[in-house]
């Protein structure tokens, strides 16, 4: 036995020896630059890769939505990074307040771009091809198709092979079938027909759509614009850059992009409900009357602005997202000069219009002015002296308000929040607990503040609206290339690729023989029912009884989509 285990090591040693040898000597090609870089394209263009890209677009737009974002509001953002010093830079360096406008979003962004080019590309070319070029030979058995069935002519029907597939023929291109004939074929001529490109084309649309979206999309960031704008009842806007209240620009914007024209806030109405229990008092419609031009020289419109019902001026589109109250008052500094006068809009606090109220008269001398406080539409005072609004229509304006002197850090050039009051390096001239007591006004009546340093007075209150302001020169190309996706989606969801053969014969006996056959590509739950179809209506053709037209069992193991044309 040991003898024999000897002599099979023996004799395998040479063998594992040589192997060795053989491995040794192999050696794997060297991909150089060339062939890497069609590794890497290779790679970035497959649908698997794209699909990747799309998920991780939609996961790198978290951020966006969980941190403020400095195009939209820099000051949340610089408040942000204050109050959360320990992380607050950090996510700053990575970008996470730039999201959209970040290098790691574009790069995503323009991977998934360049990857569904390469994608759509030669599959277009490769379905041009396939469109153009003629349906499949016929297979040698049809029998292996997965629906498959013979039928008889009559001999006495007088309808020879030959003009059997060209009946055939004729009724498969009304059925819409693109249709060759194979009269070559000796004494056995056969025809295959084809239909449902319209699958793969509507795969294409879908996913040039997701390119024309993406393109869309990038060019509203590049070249749009947004902004803010409070108009009060007879103030007018004009789109300049000045004009507004906050501007968020585009990467790519220009200022040359603005066409000047003009919105005007002839009157603005406010419907509330007096009827419901529990609603009483809210607002239930908005409606502001405004006087538009497109241009300086364009003759004026009168238009109605109502919330959801944007008016587009200029290539924008002028949305209504607030309102409140602006009480008028005129402000006169020590030396009895007129330092401010007009409307100072009332920031929204509470239920029945409730607002604050801030007012900076850094015209005033030989101290700026300073007053803070809030208007109520329908004042009440509660026994303990608290005021409160009882109504949101204006049935008892009144106007509450703390004064101050000092400098309010104005000429230092540092951006402020236009509705809020720093106190701190102010001295107070009226307050609660001082004993020149508050200041309360009515329409109509005025105050003189302590120590000589001016007068206000409350001329009466109009009413304000808030208005976005938003220019996206991609966004109906968005919505149409949004739509194509949608519509391509259900063309290759709903439209099925099918191959039907038919092939017919003589018999000794004079009689025609038909056999055909079906093949879908992919899954079709619908074949069955158009081979029985495709059976009626050629029965229907050629007349024949239902005895002549009786169905031949498909095979009970057919074919998959492959299994003809290895017999081709």
Same mark, same amino acid.
């Given at each position: 036995?040991?003898?024999?285990?000897?002599?099979?090591?023996?004799?395998?040693?040479?063998?594992?020896?040589?192997?060795?040898? &053989?491995?040794?000597?192999?050696?794997?090609?060297?991909?150089?630059?060339?062939?890497?870089?069609?590794?890497?394209?290779?790679?970035?263009?497959?649908?698997?890769?794209?699909?990747?890209? $799309?998920?991780?677009?939609?996961?790198?737009?978290? +951020?966006?939505?969980?941190?403020?974002?400095?195009?939209?509001? +820099?000051?949340?953002?610089?408040?942000? #990074?204050?109050?959360?010093?320990?992380?607050?830079?950090?996510?700053?360096?990575?970008?996470?307040?730039?999201?959209?406008? /970040? &290098?790691?979003?574009?790069?995503?962004?323009?991977?998934?771009? #360049?990857?569904?080019?390469?994608?759509?590309? +030669?599959?277009?070319?490769?379905?041009?091809?396939?469109?153009?070029?003629?349906?499949?030979?016929?297979?040698?058995?049809?029998?292996?198709?997965?629906?498959?069935?013979?039928?008889?002519?009559?001999?006495?029907?007088? $309808?020879?092979?030959?003009?059997?597939?060209?009946?055939?023929?004729?009724?498969?291109?009304?059925?819409?079938?693109?249709?060759?004939?194979?009269?070559?074929?000796?004494?056995? +001529?056969?025809?295959?027909?084809?239909?449902?490109?319209?699958?793969?084309?509507?795969?294409?649309?879908?996913?040039?759509?997701?390119?024309?979206? $993406?393109? /869309?999309?990038?060019?509203?960031?590049?070249?749009?614009? /947004?902004?803010?704008?409070?108009?009060?009842?007879?103030?007018?806007?004009?789109?300049?850059?000045?004009?507004?209240?906050?501007?968020?620009?585009?990467?790519?914007?220009?200022?040359?992009?603005?066409?000047?024209?003009?919105?005007?806030?002839?009157?603005?109405?406010?419907?509330?409900?007096?009827?419901?229990?529990?609603?009483?008092?809210?607002?239930?419609?908005?409606?502001?009357?405004?006087?538009?031009?497109?241009?300086?020289?364009?003759?004026?419109?009168?238009? #109605?602005?109502?919330?959801?019902?944007?008016?587009?001026?200029?290539?924008?589109?002028?949305?209504?997202?607030?309102?409140?109250?602006?009480?008028?008052?005129?402000?006169?500094?020590?030396?009895?000069?007129?330092?401010?006068?007009?409307?100072?809009?009332?920031?929204?606090?509470?239920?029945?219009?409730?607002?604050?109220?801030? #007012?900076?008269?850094?015209?005033?001398?030989?101290?700026?002015?300073?007053?803070?406080?809030?208007?109520?539409?329908?004042?009440?005072?509660?026994?303990?002296?608290?005021?409160?609004?009882?109504?949101?229509?204006?049935?008892?304006?009144?106007?509450?308000?703390? /004064?101050?002197?000092?400098?309010?850090?104005?000429?230092?050039?540092?951006?402020?929040?236009?509705?809020?009051?720093?106190?701190?390096?102010?001295?107070?001239?009226?307050?609660?607990?001082?004993?020149?007591?508050?200041?309360?006004?009515?329409?109509?009546?005025?105050?003189?503040?302590?120590?000589?340093?001016?007068?206000?007075?409350?001329?009466?209150?109009?009413?304000?609206?808030?208005?976005?302001?938003?220019?996206?020169?991609?966004?109906?190309?968005?919505?149409?290339?949004?739509?194509?996706?949608?519509?391509?989606?259900?063309?290759?969801?709903?439209?099925?690729?099918?191959?039907?053969?038919?092939?017919?014969?003589?018999?000794?006996?004079?009689?025609?023989?038909?056999?055909?056959?079906?093949?879908?590509?992919?899954?079709?739950?619908?074949?069955?029912?158009?081979?029985?179809? $495709?059976?009626?209506?050629?029965?229907?053709?050629?007349?024949?009884?239902?005895?002549?037209?009786?169905?031949?069992?498909?095979?009970?193991?057919?074919?998959?989509?492959?299994?003809?044309?290895?017999?081709?």
């Amino acid at each position: 036995m040991s003898e024999r285990v000897n002599i099979e090591n023996k004799q395998s040693a040479p063998v594992d020896g040589k192997l060795a040898e &053989a491995k040794a000597e192999a050696a794997l090609p060297a991909l150089g630059p060339k062939e890497m870089l069609r590794w890497a394209w290779t790679q970035l263009t497959s649908m698997r890769t794209a699909l990747f890209l $799309l998920l991780l677009l939609a996961v790198a737009a978290v +951020p966006g939505s969980l941190f403020p974002q400095r195009p939209a509001n +820099p000051s949340v953002v610089t408040q942000y #990074i204050k109050d959360n010093p320990d992380y607050g830079k950090l996510l700053d360096s990575l970008q996470l307040y730039d999201v959209y406008s /970040s &290098a790691w979003f574009s790069a995503i962004y323009l991977l998934l771009f #360049i990857s569904l080019i390469g994608c759509v590309v +030669p599959r277009a070319i490769a379905h041009y091809k396939a469109m153009r070029s003629q349906p499949p030979r016929t297979p040698k058995r049809l029998s292996r198709l997965p629906e498959y069935g013979t039928m008889v002519i009559p001999a006495g029907a007088g $309808l020879p092979a030959s003009d059997a597939i060209h009946s055939a023929a004729g009724l498969l291109k009304k059925r819409g079938y693109r249709v060759e004939v194979r009269d070559d074929d000796g004494a056995r +001529p056969s025809l295959g027909a084809e239909r449902g490109f319209l699958k793969e084309v509507g795969n294409l649309v879908f996913h040039t759509s997701l390119i024309g979206v $993406l393109v /869309s999309v990038a060019a509203g960031g590049l070249f749009g614009y /947004s902004g803010q704008r409070i108009l009060v009842e007879g103030d007018t806007f004009v789109n300049t850059l000045v004009g507004y209240d906050q501007f968020n620009p585009g990467t790519n914007f220009q200022s040359s992009q603005l066409q000047p024209y003009s919105v005007q806030l002839d009157k603005f109405d406010i419907t509330f409900d007096r009827e419901s229990e529990g609603k009483f008092g809210q607002p239930i419609d908005f409606s502001a009357a405004v006087t538009t031009k497109e241009n300086p020289d364009s003759p004026a419109r009168q238009e #109605i602005l109502k919330v959801n019902d944007p008016i587009t001026l200029g290539g924008t589109s002028i949305y209504l997202t607030g309102n409140g109250y602006a009480p008028v008052v005129t402000i006169r500094d020590g030396a009895g000069n007129v330092a401010m006068q007009g409307p100072v809009v009332a920031k929204l606090q509470g239920d029945n219009y409730y607002s604050s109220v801030v #007012i900076k008269v850094p015209d005033a001398r030989p101290d700026q002015l300073g007053f803070a406080g809030f208007f109520l539409p329908t004042a009440f005072v509660t026994d303990e002296g608290v005021s409160f609004s009882g109504d949101p229509e204006l049935f008892n304006p009144q106007l509450t308000l703390n /004064s101050y002197y000092g400098d309010l850090g104005l000429d230092d050039g540092a951006p402020q929040n236009v509705f809020e009051l720093d106190v701190q390096d102010l001295t107070p001239l009226n307050a609660r607990n001082l004993d020149a007591g508050g200041i309360t006004l009515t329409p109509g009546t005025s105050y003189t503040l302590p120590d000589g340093k001016g007068t206000i007075s409350f001329d009466g209150v109009k009413r304000y609206i808030g208005v976005d302001i938003h220019h996206n020169p991609g966004q109906l190309y968005a919505l149409i290339f949004a739509l194509l996706a949608v519509a391509g989606l259900i063309l290759s969801l709903y439209v099925n690729r099918r191959r039907v053969w038919v092939r017919t014969g003589t018999h000794e006996d004079g009689r025609t023989m038909v056999e055909y056959g079906l093949l879908a590509r992919g899954e079709d739950h619908r074949l069955a029912a158009e081979a029985a179809a $495709l059976r009626k209506l050629l029965a229907d053709e050629w007349q024949l009884d239902p005895e002549q037209a009786a169905t031949t069992s498909s095979p009970t193991t057919p074919a998959g989509p492959t299994g003809p044309e290895k017999d081709q």
